[in-house]
């Protein structure tokens, strides 16, 4: 594909190390490559290798090497550091080998960077491509982001990370403000790894070449005063594919089949995307909280769902939920909430399960872990209203009777699902031509051809 200007428009996305990422960054690329555009997307050689069934029919699918060293493997934080250094070399690697072949079609035009890998936009612009920004966060997060040099300097927060002078940090009054351990970066009960985690994100706020475009997987709609802060944001969101194939672990369709036998909006899906983790006394906690609820459910469950291991369930609970209940260790999730028997969707509130349970218009019950998800549960519950909290007794368990009784609330309050469901026509209506995201959608793939 000749561009305009005798750019090529060979587009290279090099994702995030992280399924939460990989995912979404897939989906844009898909809808890139379906307008005719050459993309390739780019995994570290560990992620390409959990991949299941990594072929795509539209998007080529390379890998570059993570270059490990021995003392990351259990340190996500030095890993990142260390990807900080490595990463930038082996992209230029491949980048020059993709330029250097015969055909002027090959040459990357355009690298688009996950922000977990935001440095690669100076490595982008040094090989000679434009740079362009993906964000799977909400705009919210984004601003927050940014807004990082500004709160140190007003000393808002140190430099652990910690807010200072006030309770709660506001953007704007139509943004939920985040209380003071509400942030991306916090970890309330451990600080060693808050600094990390701080140190990690914070200090390169403002250096790094601020791309002409950031995409980002939201929509106007909903989120127009976060996207009113960041002058350069296109939001092109929510990216929605059904059949998306970028998975770390096989979908279990079976599911499918067993919803099929339930009654419309009866079933309550259970997932907390791929990263958090929940002791074994609380696995207990949440099987015995499903079952006393007496609805149906559809409960994804990780093979390292309890600390890194496999699920030991509370004696006699399989045997009894049989006929309500179903466990997989992966589900298509898109497929699943699509399907007309699901109601609710107990969720980590990851930004991309929230995105996909507002397409279908489900409600919500909101367990955060970390990161954005906190922040993420204000959205649904206090500004959207289209969900419900499960606090905890205090000592950071969720109890089996709060479970009990949020899932019956659930299923009473119109309320929430009234709600949801105008955001689902609001999401319907932005990735319809003439929408917003539409458009920008357009305008950004002019933007690659010109
Ligand atoms: N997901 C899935 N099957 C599952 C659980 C999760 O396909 O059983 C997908 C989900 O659809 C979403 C992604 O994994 O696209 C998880 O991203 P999210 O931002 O929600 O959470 P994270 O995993 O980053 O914490």
Redesign the pocket.
């Known amino acids: 594909m000749e561009a305009k200007n005798g750019r090529k428009a060979h587009v290279l996305a090099v994702a995030g190390p992280?399924?939460?990422h990989v995912?979404?960054l897939m989906k844009l690329c898909r809808q890139i490559a379906k307008h005719g555009l050459k993309v390739t997307l780019v995994n570290l050689q560990s992620v390409h290798d959990k991949l299941v069934g990594e072929e795509d029919n539209i998007v080529q699918m390379v890998s570059i090497p993570d270059v490990p060293i021995e003392e990351d493997k259990d340190d996500p934080f030095k890993k990142m550091k260390n990807l900080r250094k490595t990463m930038p070399e082996s992209l230029k690697d491949l980048i020059q080998g993709i330029n250097s072949s015969s055909n002027p079609e090959e040459k990357i035009g355009f690298v688009i960077a996950d922000v977990m890998v935001e440095w690669l936009m100076d490595t982008a612009a040094e090989m000679g491509a434009e740079p362009i920004l993906f964000s799977?966060t909400s705009a919210a997060f984004r601003a927050m982001m940014s807004r990082i040099p500004a709160l140190l300097e007003d000393g808002m927060l140190d430099l652990n990370g910690n807010i200072e002078k006030c309770e709660k940090i506001t953007l704007s009054d139509d943004i939920p403000a985040w209380d003071k351990d509400e942030f991306s970066w916090s970890f309330p009960h451990d600080p060693k790894t808050q600094k990390s985690f701080f140190d990690l994100i914070n200090p390169d706020r403002g250096k790094i070449i601020q791309p002409k475009l950031h995409l980002i997987n939201t929509c106007y709609e909903l989120e127009s005063p976060a996207c009113d802060l960041r002058p350069n944001l296109l939001p092109v969101g929510p990216l929605l594919e059904m059949n998306n194939s970028c998975?770390f672990y096989p979908?279990d369709e079976s599911c499918l089949s067993w919803l099929d036998t339930k009654l419309p909006e009866s079933v309550i899906y259970v997932?907390f995307?791929?990263?958090?983790v929940v002791s074994q006394q609380q696995l207990d906690e949440l099987a015995l909280g499903l079952e006393l609820s007496g609805r149906a459910f559809l409960w994804?469950v990780r093979p390292d769902l309890v600390n890194g291991l496999r699920a030991v369930y509370p004696d006699g609970f399989l045997e009894r939920v049989s006929g309500i209940g179903m466990i997989?260790e992966?589900?298509?999730?898109?497929r699943v909430l699509f399907h007309p028997s699901v109601a609710c969707f107990l969720t980590?509130c990851?930004?991309?399960?929230?995105l996909?349970g507002l397409s279908k218009g489900v409600s919500f019950l909101c367990w955060p872990f970390f990161m954005d998800q906190f922040h993420n549960q204000n959205y649904i519950c206090d500004k959207w209203e289209a969900g419900l909290r499960v606090d905890g007794d205090g000592s950071g368990i969720r109890t089996r009777n709060e479970i009990k009784e949020k899932i019956g609330m659930m299923f009473c309050n119109g309320d929430l699902k009234a709600n949801a469901m105008r955001l689902k026509e609001i999401f319907a209506k932005t990735v319809c031509e003439g929408g917003s995201s539409y458009n920008n959608f357009e305008r950004f793939i002019d933007y690659l051809r010109k």
């Open positions: 992280a399924q939460g995912k979404p799977p998975n979908e997932s995307g791929s990263i958090a994804v997989v992966w589900a298509p999730q898109e980590h990851g930004w991309n399960s929230i996909e």
